[in-house]
């Protein structure tokens, strides 16, 4: 049986919530409502422990799954279950919406290599109605930091009482919560010379930071040979961490940022910054002249002809923000058997990257530049400051 802490049984607590509420001037459609709502406390169950929150970071991922970038694709498995009625209805309709949405692609393809391109079929005007319901509950914060107060079964790497930083279960990540459950495969002591803030800071930004430089070709044990780094969006949740692990790892550093953030960028290490706003920022074009072994791409809206004459030969554009054009520029590069790749990227949880990046904070050696701070009662304004896209650094929900 799982060790108990300070919890008490039948309390309740307080979740930020995102829910869909039918829209009374617009028949079929609906709108995102953010409300506080009371709900039992969570109970930990194998290999899970319960933790009192302190400290939530928001990442652009959070609100990103919220206006459905991964559907259809999510939920990841089934059963799915919403949290009413309501919920599974808009669910129902919003993977219907999708289903028709492929169909209608398909039979565009095969229509119009038909010789009469006049017989295209539609099964269903999908326009008449919203379908971007299911994917609103996915995700609410999944970066936390906290105190155990629960273990549950299997559980003797923590016990209640213990200060730890956590990534909850992606993407169902309860966050902005005064109490949620995380897996111990994802969970990591967090000692004293590390913040909640901190903590909560490291586990999505700094592990994609770091996995994305391991992409590029960057080790972390002292072998690396001389080279080029481009980060983009270098003042940003990833962009700040990645210019500090490129200069851990000995990398010459280019950077991009807005003109506010450039001594900021230079602070945290980098050798060079440009100015996105400007000719040379917008051409990506190093100052000093040099090519880019690696590029770790931090945002959108640079197409592949801007970053393949600033490459070496064998150069890497590491994307952590892939697009459908994106993805068809890798295929290509592909099957034209081109040196200079495009490789769309995807963090993946490890337990392992989390402690190596709490080891380095510990030691002064990773900083943390906190935007903002937001009580959990004021957790929209956080969201909605997430959403504007210019935060310099993370955005931390205290509870």
């Known amino acids: 049986m799982g060790k108990q802490g300070k919890r008490k049984e039948g309390k309740m607590w307080e979740r930020f919530h995102l ?7 617009l028949p079929y459609t609906h709108f995102v409502k953010q409300a506080h709502v009371k709900v039992p406390i969570p109970s930990p169950k194998k290999d899970e422990i319960l933790l009192k929150l302190e400290a939530t970071s928001i990442n652009p991922v959070d609100w990103k799954f919220q206006k459905g970038v991964a559907r259809p694709f999510l939920p990841p498995k089934f059963p799915f279950i919403p949290y009413d009625k309501f919920s599974l209805l808009l669910f129902a309709q919003g993977l219907l919406g999708d289903l028709i949405k492929i169909m209608n692609f398909c039979v565009d ?70 109490f949620a459950v995380a897996s111990v495969a994802l969970t990591v002591s967090r000692p004293s010379e590390v913040s909640a803030a901190e903590g909560a800071s490291l586990p999505t930004a700094a592990a994609t930071a770091l996995q994305a430089l391991k992409a590029g070709g960057i080790k972390f044990d002292g072998t690396n040979k001389p080279s080029n780094v481009l980060i ?34 230079k602070s945290l290490g980098a050798d ?8 040379d920022g917008a051409s990506l074009k190093s100052p000093s002249g040099r090519k880019y072994d690696s590029v770790i791409h931090c945002t959108t809206g640079i197409g592949w002809s801007t970053f393949e004459p600033n490459l070496t030969t064998n150069g890497k554009v590491i994307d952590i923000t892939p697009s459908f054009k994106g993805m068809v520029t890798t295929v290509l590069n592909k099957v034209t058997f081109s040196k200079k790749q495009l490789v769309p990227f995807l963090i993946s949880p490890k337990g392992e ?40 650094g993370k955005i931390i929900v205290e509870m």
């Open 232 to 265: 983009t969006a270098a003042s940003g949740g990833v962009g700040h961490y990645a210019v500090q692990l490129a200069k851990l790892a000995n990398l010459h550093v280019t950077a991009t940022c807005g003109a506010r953030n450039i001594e900021l960028v």
């Open 353 to 392: 990257d989390l402690k190596f990046l709490v080891d380095l904070a510990k030691e002064g050696k990773l900083k943390t530049v906190v935007d903002s701070r937001h009580p959990l009662s004021k957790a929209e304004e956080a969201w909605a400051k997430s959403m504007d896209g210019h935060a310099t």
């Open 19 to 25: 829910a869909l509420m039918p829209n009374a001037t």
């Open 109 to 178: 393809i095969f229509c119009y290599a038909l010789p009469i391109a006049e017989s295209r079929i539609a099964f269903y005007n999908t326009n008449s109605l919203v379908f971007d319901s299911y994917h609103l509950y996915l995700t609410r914060g999944v970066d936390v930091a906290g105190e155990v107060i629960e273990v549950g079964p299997g559980v003797s790497s923590f016990k209640a009482g213990d200060k730890v930083a956590a990534m909850l279960n992606f993407p169902n990540g309860d966050g902005l919560a005064e």
């Open 272 to 279: 060079e910054v440009l100015d996105y706003k400007t000719p």
